[in-house]
């Protein structure tokens, strides 16, 4: 479902639009978004679903948490702004959880099962009945058929059937989920285990009945613009290319100027020297205290490994991420800003709640959810005047967003430290690959290793708040890399700023 338009897309897309107007141009919050359904979804007959009134439940749960409230069931008897009052602080933080599943919405998919389709010839040969390890599948009328009671849903009919009329059907949000956080509630309906969810909302993207949801601050961001606060938008390195072809860095910075923000800067420039402090602590630590060490700047990666190898969260680095760095390096410069991290990950809201982070991070919000801010505003990227280059972040920083791109970062400043050192790299993408890496080196295959982890198929430009084809972003942002003003993180005119916050911090 990835890079392909759906309905989906175009609901969460108006309900962010709508979030933002309502934030810009209401006087009565409470009143506006009960009336916010009716504007997303007119008209009496259902577009999507069997029921307008169906449709427009599911999109009043949106509504919600795109104001950071919490999902309710279907046994609600309120009004879809109940506890608003609430949201009409700019300082409101993300209520746990972030990801949510708005049961009535959830199609109850089967979590796992082999099915035979009418491709089935009903061979001769009928090879699937004598692969079966549990006689689970019988030749009835012609016609291979599957006890599901006996299944044991091994897939070995699936591979021997010459008509490929044999499939493997799973829960599509379970599937993308690396670590098996979701299963079903005594109805049938997709449930999430907070115990293990990491929040990088791979299943928010792959539910196709748009059935799963995160929470949002596009509220609070606006309220704090309007209120006059010198809020500074942070955009992670894999914004290239997210909100257009037409939109280049320049334009972008200044739509972000024209809704209020008294500037827009690189978290690239972060990247720069979240590697470059990785390269010192690997050159320092590995392999004599520690067997390997792992990057950082992904939290639903560093989470997944601290949660499932408690034993060597030693091993995955310390070292501030990107959001975290930029942040701390611009309150350094402007004790008053706020802070709004602009990126693809749902995982950075989850970071950005941590008491060692909020006063770092003010507000996150995704790619999606800012073309929200600017639909609102009738704002057109392509035709805006440009602005001045965002910053002097490397090539290094900017590669960031790419699966690889972190480790090469590390990779090249150490060898810039140290020429004749020869570093060894492991890389994973997605949780479940993330976990296979995990365990190799748990048991000794990459002792003197630097692991990169990426919890999102791809890199951050598949994070689940992106709006663009990933091979698409990936070749925006290696395009934009080229042009950095220097090519390695380690040549940064920026290290200054990490030696001042590794002395706040004491380090």
């Not at 997303?40 to 169906?54: N, T, W």
């Not at 016609?143 to 009671?149: A, F, L, P």
């Not at 990107?322 to 749902?346: D, N, S, W």
Request: aromatic residues 6%.
């Amino acid at each position: 479902m990835r890079g392909v338009y759906t309905s989906i897309n175009e609901i969460r897309r108006r309900v962010y639009t709508e979030i933002a107007r309502m934030a810009y141009e209401s006087d009565d919050y409470a009143k506006t978004m009960e009336g916010l359904p009716y504007q997303i979804l007119p008209g009496e007959r259902a577009s999507y679903r069997d029921s307008i009134f169906l449709e427009r439940a599911i999109v009043g749960e949106r509504l919600r948490l795109a104001m950071g409230m919490p999902v309710r069931t279907a046994a609600a008897d309120k009004p879809i702004s109940d506890g608003i009052e609430k949201c009409l602080t700019e300082e409101q933080y993300y209520e746990p959880p972030l990801i949510n599943i708005i049961k009535f919405a959830c199609h109850a998919c089967p979590e796992k099962q082999i099915v035979v389709t009418e491709g089935c010839q009903g061979c001769l040969a009928h090879p699937c009945t004598q692969v079966c390890p549990k006689d689970a599948i019988h030749i009835i009328n012609g016609r291979s058929v599957i006890d599901q009671e006996k299944c044991i849903k091994c897939g070995r009919c699936q591979e021997a059937c010459p008509y490929n009329a044999i499939i493997k059907q799973e829960r599509p949000c379970a599937k993308a989920c690396g670590v098996n956080a979701i299963h079903s509630d005594e109805n049938g309906c997709a449930e999430i285990n907070y115990d293990k969810c990491v929040s990088c909302g791979m299943c928010l993207v792959n539910c196709p009945f748009g059935a799963i949801a995160d929470k949002a601050q596009i509220f609070q961001v606006i309220q704090a613009i309007k209120k006059g606060e010198k809020v500074y938008a942070a955009v992670a390195p894999a914004f290239v290319g997210q909100f257009g072809p037409k939109v280049t860095p320049e334009k972008l910075r200044a739509a972000m100027k024209a809704l209020g923000f008294a500037n827009v800067i690189e978290v690239a420039v972060g990247a720069d020297l979240c590697a470059t402090q990785e390269a010192i602590d690997f050159l320092d630590h590995v392999p004599e205290k520690i067997p390997f060490m792992a990057t950082s700047c992904c939290p639903a990666w560093s989470m997944m490994a601290k949660q499932e190898f408690p034993e060597y969260k030693e091993c995955i680095s310390m070292v501030l991420t990107p959001m975290v760095l930029t942040g701390r390096m611009i309150k350094k410069r402007h004790p008053e800003a706020k802070i709004v991290f602009i990126g693809p990950c749902a995982a950075k809201k989850l970071e950005a709640r941590r008491r060692s982070v909020r006063s770092d991070i003010d507000y996150v919000l995704t790619f999606e959810e800012m073309m929200g801010l600017f639909n609102a505003k009738n704002i057109d990227l392509e035709s805006i005047e440009a602005e001045e280059a965002l910053s002097k972040a490397s090539t290094d920083g900017r590669n960031f967003a790419v699966s690889g791109g972190v480790a090469k970062a590390v990779v090249n400043s150490m060898k810039k430290l140290e020429p004749t050192c020869d570093i060894k790299v492991a890389s994973a993408q997605g949780l479940a690959e993330c976990k296979k890496m995990m365990m190799m080196a748990k048991a000794g295959k990459y002792n003197g290793y630097l692991l990169e982890g990426m919890a999102c198929p791809g890199g951050c430009v598949a994070g689940a708040g992106t709006m663009q084809p990933i091979a698409k972003s990936a070749a925006s942002v290696g395009i934009y890399a080229k042009k950095a003003p220097v090519e390695l993180c380690c040549d940064t005119p920026y290290l200054e700023d990490l030696d001042d916050i590794l002395e706040e911090d004491g380090l």
